[in-house]
């Protein structure tokens, strides 16, 4: 149990459909995180947001869309995904910018997304 | 963009033995962080780094910051059978960390 939790575990969803994932921290933590993790490549950073705020879009395409309502939750919209988008998405968090240990990231279980 | 270089890609061992693997890039990292993946599971921190030249240890784990702030080892000694999983390097610059592609470890009994 790291303190994030991740909502489906596995989601099989077909292209028209639109679904949403769900991650929640337990932290204390202000900075949270999507990536995504494909086979035999490095975790890809999709979305940062630090207190709430968007600080990061790392080029993802607008199919994917995030949402953080408070610190503590996260959300990533799926509309008209292809499938090539499926993969492992986690969730993770940190304490935030301005903190003495940066990078350490708490992660989430993942779910694993299906496209048919 | 920045890169890093894991390596060996996957280790298969016998139960007892000693493992290493390092990460190297060609960037310079202000952290280096390492993680466990088990099945089915998300990344869980098992060490990190915030110094060049620093070695820390975690039980039978043990990482080290190389010198030159562009590379990482971490060793387990005397592996066990749920050492099993894969193993990520994370270089950190000042706001994001890149991460490796991962070392596949398997232990047999």
């Known amino acids: 149990e790291t303190g994030v939790t991740q909502t489906p575990r596995h989601l099989v969803m077909g292209m028209t459909n639109k679904k949403s994932l769900k991650c929640e921290q337990h932290l204390g933590h202000n900075a949270m995180y999507w990536y995504k993790q494909s086979a035999k490549k490095p975790l890809e950073l999709m979305f940062v947001?630090?207190?709430?705020?968007?600080?990061e879009n790392n080029s993802v395409p607008s199919r994917f869309s995030p949402e953080c309502p408070n610190s503590s939750h996260l959300f990533l919209h799926l509309h008209t995904l292809q499938p090539e988008d499926s993969a492992l998405y986690l969730c993770a968090s940190s304490q935030g910018p301005g903190v003495s240990r940066p990078g350490e990231l708490f992660f989430g279980e993942g779910s694993r997304l299906t496209v048919l | 963009g920045q890169q890093l270089n894991q390596s060996p890609q996957s280790m298969f061992i016998q139960e007892g033995e000693d493992v290493s693997m390092n990460c190297t890039s060609s960037?310079?990292?202000?952290?280096w962080l390492w993680y466990k993946q088990d099945p089915g599971e998300g990344p869980v921190l098992l060490i990190a780094?915030?110094?060049?030249?620093e070695l820390t240890s975690n039980g039978r784990l043990t990482a080290q910051f190389g010198i030159t702030r562009k590379d990482s080892f971490l060793n387990i000694s005397a592996s066990i059978p749920s050492d099993v999983g894969i193993y990520f390097c994370a270089g950190g610059g000042t706001d994001k960390l890149i991460f490796g592609t991962g070392t596949r470890l398997q232990v047999f009994p």
């Open positions: 780094l915030y110094k060049a030249g």
């Open positions: 947001y630090s207190l709430e705020e968007r600080v």
């Open positions: 960037s310079i990292f202000n952290t």
